[in-house]
């Protein structure tokens, strides 16, 4: 059973949940135990400046793939992933919430996903 097995995307997932907080210009990565079968993050920051950061690969925060979440908004795809990178952009200490559904492909069955890989607009 490897990361294309279309069945274990089929059933309810098991949840992965974690509530953190980053500061300004600090990398947190979360690296999940199985394959992602849909990740959610909110950021829950306090102010209206705090915005936080997502991508798929370490490279995305230079190379320009990334995206941005402000106060109070969310990203929330059917995705399948071994881990999610998370940076603060602006702000300081800022909150947030990740919610992903795992299904039962462990990690180290999926495939790298890289730009030297031939996966365009990752890193």
């Known amino acids: 059973m490897g990361e294309g097995y279309i069945p274990a995307y089929q059933i ?9 907080q980053i500061s300004l210009g600090q990398i947190q990565v979360l690296t999940f135990p199985q394959v992602t079968r849909f990740i959610n993050v909110q950021n829950v ?36 992933t071994d881990r999610l990178f998370i940076s603060c952009s602006a702000g300081t200490n800022v909150n947030f919430q990740v919610a992903v559904g795992l299904t039962g ?7 790298t996903i890289t730009g030297s890989n031939g996966f365009q607009g990752v890193g």
Not at 105 to 111: G, K, M, N, V
């Open 12 to 20: 309810s997932s098991s949840p992965w949940l974690t509530s953190s």
């Open 45 to 80: 920051a306090l102010t209206g400046s705090d915005k936080i950061a997502l991508a798929f690969t370490s490279l995305g925060f230079t190379t320009g793939n990334f995206f941005t979440l402000t106060q109070s908004s969310s990203f929330r795809e059917e995705i399948r």
């Open 105 to 111: 492909i462990p990690a180290r069955q999926f495939l």
